[in-house]
Structure formats: structure tokens, C-alpha cells
């Protein structure tokens, strides 16, 4: 409509966090070394890079983990990078999300280890439930890889409840 505002509201049903993430920064911070942190924060590239490339000329993780963020924000150093994730928090939005969550957590995952529980009790105001997902079970890492259909079982099941109670 040309010349007049018109708000409306829109809800989600239900929002999935598939491993779910708190602070994706605070996950990279960990993995690194504390000086490497330190480093990228005080805008000292050359060295942080210098180091990062040693780490991952032999750690395939981290080779895959800064090569694929490098690629995905379409950011051209690793230290860029580190930095950018700091934009990458529901922080300051946690208390605002009402909206039912289900939060996957991987039993053992490699990168964001915690995270999932982080961003379940931050969501104070939404109807949460963690599901941590198992080895045993063959979903034991990020994301589930390798029991994709485990994964998939949980999240149906869960909207099925979700919907059916909002219906």
C-alpha cells in the first residue's frame, strides 16, 4: 500500500537448532590456543595467520572448519574470519525467542562442544528441549553425520508434537 504502514505480526511455529549454537565465536576461541585469540583480537594478522596456517596444515578440522567459514562469509583471511564470528551470538537475543525450540546437541561434537546447552538455558522465555544424540546410536557427531535418519526421526516426532498442540 503506497503512502500508509501496515504491521502485522508473524510467529514461527517452531524453530530446530540442529546443534544448536550459543556463541559461534566463543566455539572458535576454544579451539584455538589462547595467544592465537589474543593475536587475532589485538589485530596482529601476520602472526596469527602465520600460525593458523601451521595449525592447519595438520589438523584437518581446522583446515575444513576455516576454509569452509572463509568460503561461507565470503571473507578473505582467517583473522577476518575470527573476527566476524563475534557477530555470530544469540546473546543478545536468547530472552526474545518465544517460539518452541528443540535443540539438538551431538554427544561428540568436535566443534561446538556445550554450545547446545548454552543456547537452551539462554532461550528463558521459549519452550526448550534438548535432545543430545548418541554414538551408541551412530549420531554421536556435529550434526548427526551418519544416522541422518536418527536425526530426522527426532525432529519429525518433535513438530508432530509442536504442531499437533497448536493446531
Given at each position: ?107 561428540n561434537d568436535q566443534f561446538f562442544k556445550?554450545?547446545?546447552a548454552r543456547a537452551a538455558e539462554a ?45
Amino acid at each position: 500500500l503506497v503512502g500508509r504502514a501496515v504491521a502485522f505480526e508473524k510467529r514461527l511455529a517452531a524453530v530446530i537448532l540442529n546443534d544448536g549454537v550459543h556463541d559461534f565465536h566463543a566455539a572458535l576461541a576454544n579451539m584455538m590456543p589462547p595467544f592465537l585469540s589474543k593475536w587475532v583480537d589485538e589485530g596482529n594478522d601476520e602472526a596469527a595467520e602465520a600460525v593458523l596456517g601451521l595449525l592447519m596444515a595438520v589438523n584437518t578440522q581446522t583446515r575444513w572448519a576455516v576454509r569452509n567459514g572463509l568460503w561461507a562469509l565470503g571473507i578473505d583471511s582467517p583473522s577476518e574470519l575470527a573476527r566476524a564470528f563475534k557477530a555470530y551470538t544469540i546473546a543478545d537475543v536468547a530472552d526474545r525467542i518465544t517460539t518452541p525450540v528443540l535443540v539438538l546437541d551431538a554427544e561428540n561434537d568436535q566443534f561446538f562442544k556445550g554450545e547446545p546447552a548454552r543456547a537452551a538455558e539462554a532461550m528463558v522465555n521459549a519452550k526448550t528441549t534438548l535432545v543430545t544424540l548418541y554414538g551408541a546410536d551412530g549420531a554421536g557427531e556435529h550434526c548427526h553425520m551418519g544416522a541422518a535418519s536418527r536425526a530426522n526421526q527426532v525432529m519429525f516426532d518433535w513438530l508432530d508434537e509442536q504442531l499437533d498442540t497448536q493446531a
